[in-house]
Every structure is written in C-alpha cells, then in structure tokens.
C-alpha cells in the first residue's frame, strides 16, 4: 500500500470535512442520527412569538420531510438552515388553519428565495387539492410576475398533491411515512403520521383527542410528539372554553397514551392552554401520572434518534 503524504492527509481531511459541512445543511451526516426531527411551531392558533403554529420537520436518511405549516414555519425553517428547495414532501395533518396558515410564504417566498425548479409533493386529507388550487389561484398575479418578470422556473412553483387514506403514503430511499386516522372531533379526516428509516421511528400525533388507533399505530416508537390541551380540573361541559377541550388530549389522557405506547421519550408539542394554564402544571400533572421519560417542546427544540434518543434546545433564538 502506498503511504500518504502529509499533504495528501490535509487534502483528505479537508474533503471529507468540507463533506460533512454540506451534509449538515441540508441532510443528515453519513455518520449522524437516522432520524432528526426540529419543532419548527409548537404552538396553536394564538398569535404568539414563543409558540409558532403547527410544524415540525423531519429528516429521515436523505429525505427532507415537512409535516403541516403553521405560522412562520419558512423562518424557523431559515433559523436551522434548510432550504424549501430542500423540501421532498409536505404532509398536512388536517386543513385547520393553524397547521397551514404559513404555506403561501413557505412556498411563495421560498420559491422566490431557493430558486426551485420542480414541484413539491403535497399529502394531506380530502380537500387538499381544492385547497392548494386555490392557493395557486389566489397568488396568479405573484407568479405570473415571478416567471415573466424574475425569471423563476414556474415549475418550481407548482404542487403534486395526493389525498391520502390510512396506510403506507410515502416510501422513498429506505424512508417510510405511514398516515393514521386521529380523532379531532368534528374535523374529519384528521391524521397522524408515523415516519420509519433503519429500524427507526418517530411518530406526530397531529391534533387529535385521545385515540386508541393512535396508540396501535405508535407502538414502539422511539419519539412520541403528541398534542395536548391543558385546563383546569373544574371546566364544566357548559364553559365557553370546553368545545376546545373536546378536540384534543388532556394532560391525563395523554400520559396514558404514553403509558400504553411506551416511546423511549415522548413530546409535547401544540400545547393548548386554556384559562392561564402553564407549561409547570403540565409538568406537574404528567409526572403524576406518567414515569417515563418525556419533555415539553419549545420552539426549534430538535431530537435525534439513534440507537438512544437525545434532546437538543436552540440557543440562538
Ligand atoms: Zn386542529
Ligand atoms: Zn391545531
């Protein structure tokens, strides 16, 4: 075998660094995680700059996968440095407005800003095509400009949209996205999705009260993000506030999804507090009934999952 020189070493060390870089920006490492997931919105259909609404990016092997875009999703999506050109496939969980109220600037601006040349791949419950047709229609002007005007691909521009069933929705590159039925009350279809990649597995309960099929379908997995809505033990079925109660999981019901489901960590994500509850007496409430390891989501919080998984929070808000 030859020897390396010094020089050839640096060179090599250099390549394969620079490598790694540019693997970071935009997929995983060759040698990271199989799965990384960044909340990019935690939050509800309140308008506050701690909690975004609904969105939550996943990337899986070489996919790149964006589940629901609430409020604010692109500048989240900046902060971490992941392009919309990057963007293999969006899934809507269900067509509320707090999970897709950030889509005409995810996919106007990033359009404008990334420079997509091909389509994107929209999943998401009936009334999806209609909805994002009618995006189209709504910005004819923007991209009538954008074309002739900018000279952007109009193809860039466009959608793929597929209205999902129950079952097995995407499969690409050794990455599984399997779509579930939730129970949001009166808004139906509602889904949750269940992405695998190398044995591994994250599952995003969407918005949904407590569900038994919920349960089936996330059995096992590694991370268990599911919603939750905090109010006081005293709401009477005739309070204004209860209908909202009704669409979602309280903070007992939701310990003991993750009781049966047993993830190795589960998270909080689109908190919904309702009469000044906080984020200690969601605490407080899950750690009476639930032993396991969980966190409350904030906000560009990302897990890694591996063989273990770990939390990282963001420290440059
Ligand atoms: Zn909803
Ligand atoms: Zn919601």
């Not at 969105?55 to 589940?67: K, M, N, P, R, W």
């Not at 999703?73 to 707090?98: E, M, N, P, W």
């Not at 419950?125 to 954008?146: C, H, Q, S, V, W």
Request: proline share 4%; charged share 20%.
């Amino acid at each position: 075998m030859p020897r390396l020189s010094l020089t050839m070493i640096i060179s090599l060390f250099v390549l394969v660094s620079f490598g790694q870089i540019k693997a970071n920006k935009d997929s995983l490492p060759v040698n990271g995680p199989d799965i990384k997931v960044t909340f990019l919105g935690t939050g509800t259909p309140q308008p506050i700059m701690e909690r975004f609404s609904a969105s939550t990016l996943v990337q899986a092997g070489s996919e790149t996968l964006l589940f629901d875009a609430g409020r604010g999703c692109l500048q989240r999506l900046l902060q971490i440095d992941v392009s919309y050109g990057k963007i293999d496939a969006l899934f809507l969980t269900h067509l509320h407005s707090d999970h897709t109220v950030g889509l005409p600037d995810l996919w106007l601006t990033g359009w404008l800003i990334s420079r997509r040349t091909i389509p994107l791949n929209v999943f998401g419950p009936a009334g999806t095509n209609e909805m994002m047709n009618y995006l189209r229609k709504a910005y004819a002007f923007d991209i009538k400009m954008r074309v002739e005007d900018d000279r952007r691909v109009e193809e860039g521009s466009k959608f793929l949209v597929k209205e999902i069933q129950q079952g097995v929705v995407y499969e690409k590159s050794g990455v599984k996205v399997i779509a579930f039925l939730v129970d949001h009350g009166y808004v139906k279809p509602a889904f949750g999705y269940r992405v695998e990649y190398n044995g591994h597995s994250v599952v995003l309960s969407g918005d949904t009260k407590y569900s038994e099929n919920l349960i089936t379908f996330a059995k096992g997995t590694d991370l268990l993000v599911h919603e939750v809505a905090i109010a006081p033990d005293t709401l009477s079925k005739s309070d204004p506030m209860y209908p909202i109660l009704a669409h979602h999981t309280t903070v007992e019901e939701a310990a003991k999804v993750f009781n049966d489901v047993k993830p190795k960590l589960a998270a909080y994500s689109h908190i919904v507090k309702i009469y000044g509850r906080n984020e200690q007496e969601l605490l407080r409430r899950t750690k009476a009934n639930y032993s396991g390891r969980f966190v409350i989501g904030e906000d560009l919080m990302s897990f890694s999952i591996g063989d273990t998984v770990t939390v990282s929070q963001w420290q440059n808000k």
